[in-house]
């Protein structure tokens, strides 16, 4: 029953891209760079080559090279421990669009889960863990400062001066332990990063990062403009 559904599932977001002109694609396997995120660990062969974490730099030279609606699902294989949220090898779905903002990407988003729930179900409802949630569209637009502040009682961004100066001083502590040890005596010394992200801030990772529920991920996602 779960392989016929898969199938199905494969089946009926494939429909849904090309009835939107998106182009299918089949990027390679075998890489020499395993993908754009320093912090996921990849699985390196003998050979040299690595296998995928995600098909996203592959998509993107497609991009560059003129395609302008393409979509992949593809297997993707990331180094972590096994775990009830995580595979090391799972099944991820990207898809890009050229010349295309933010909104066109949540549209493409919402829009794929109410056509799968409609096609399967009948109806405009999924169900997850004996919970059933509306999938019909259009989604309400939540900003994450605003899910902090009432959720929380926390406001982003008055607290992000002082974390980025926290973070900042991790690090550095953390790089220079790195430099100190050797890297049998520093497990974790390839899985941390200190990078900038969108508006300037820092983020920090250390340790297993968390994936999608189940062996298949939907990742979304960005769009891409020049």
Known sequence: KGVAMRARVESLIREFFAERD???????????????EPHIRPFRLETGATLPTSPEFALKRLLVGGLQRIFEITPAFRLEPKSSTHHPEFTMLEWYRAFAGME??????????????????????IE?????????????????????????????????????????GMCALQRLACRRLPAQAHPYRDRFSCRRTAGSTRSFALGSVAAGAGPTRVVGLQGWRR
């Open 128 to 168: 997850f863990q004996g919970r059933r949630f509306s999938v019909k569209t259009p989604w309400p637009r939540l900003a994450v400062r605003d899910l902090f502040r009432e959720l929380a009682a926390v406001d982003l961004v008055a607290c992000s001066r002082p974390l980025d100066r926290v973070v900042a």
């Open 104 to 125: 066109d990407i949540l549209r493409d988003t919402e829009q794929l889960l109410e056509h799968l729930a409609l096609k399967i179900n009948g109806r405009e409802e």
């Open 22 to 36: 998106f182009l299918e694609t089949r990027t390679p396997l075998l890489v020499p760079c395993p993908g754009m």
